[in-house]
């Protein structure tokens, strides 16, 4: 029955390892806020776009409203010290990554669909999460599996 509590959201507060330089990218001097917004705003079209079938309504709704509620407290996770648009925008890096991999299209399909996939799966649930916590441990779950993808911006 213990591991009941790893479905709770708030079992993950204050647990939440997102890497130093990581943070220091999303939140330092590396990106201003509008570039952030830019990044994010282009991703969200772009994920829009994509027709699978864990991209339903509760989704892209969750996705709608943390790019609406950037900046207020419904993003900001104190437990973890995180913003949930951080992550998005994390997601954002990680998805521009995939997309210019020199490899055949058949493995960029597969990846691109793979990335997709688990973030609207994460969205979804946010339903059942969408506090703060949930936001930012749900998202962040997403980056940290295509983690690969993010060292590329770690660079700039």
Not at 81 to 96: G, K, T, Y
Not at 97 to 111: A, C, F, G, Y
Request: net charge negative; glycine share 4%; aromatic share 10%.
């Amino acid at each position: 029955m213990n591991n009941c509590n790893k479905l709770n959201t708030h079992h993950y507060d204050g647990q939440v390892f997102i890497p130093e330089e990581v943070r220091g990218m999303v939140t330092g001097t590396c990106y201003l806020d509008l570039e952030k917004k830019m990044f994010v705003n282009e991703f969200v079209v772009e994920l829009s776009a994509v027709n699978i079938p864990e991209k339903d309504t509760a989704s892209i709704s969750f996705l709608n409203a943390i790019v609406k509620d950037w900046g207020n407290n419904s993003n900001f996770d104190t437990t973890n010290n995180f913003r949930a648009e951080d992550v998005l925008f994390i997601c954002s890096l990680v998805w521009d990554n995939i997309k210019t991999l020199q490899v055949d299209e058949v493995e960029k399909d597969t990846l691109t669909k793979d990335f997709c996939r688990e973030l609207f799966i994460q969205l979804s649930d946010m339903q059942s999460g969408p506090c703060p916590q949930g936001r930012v441990t749900r998202l962040w779950q997403v980056a940290e599996s295509f983690y690969g993808f993010i060292d590329e911006n770690l660079e700039k």
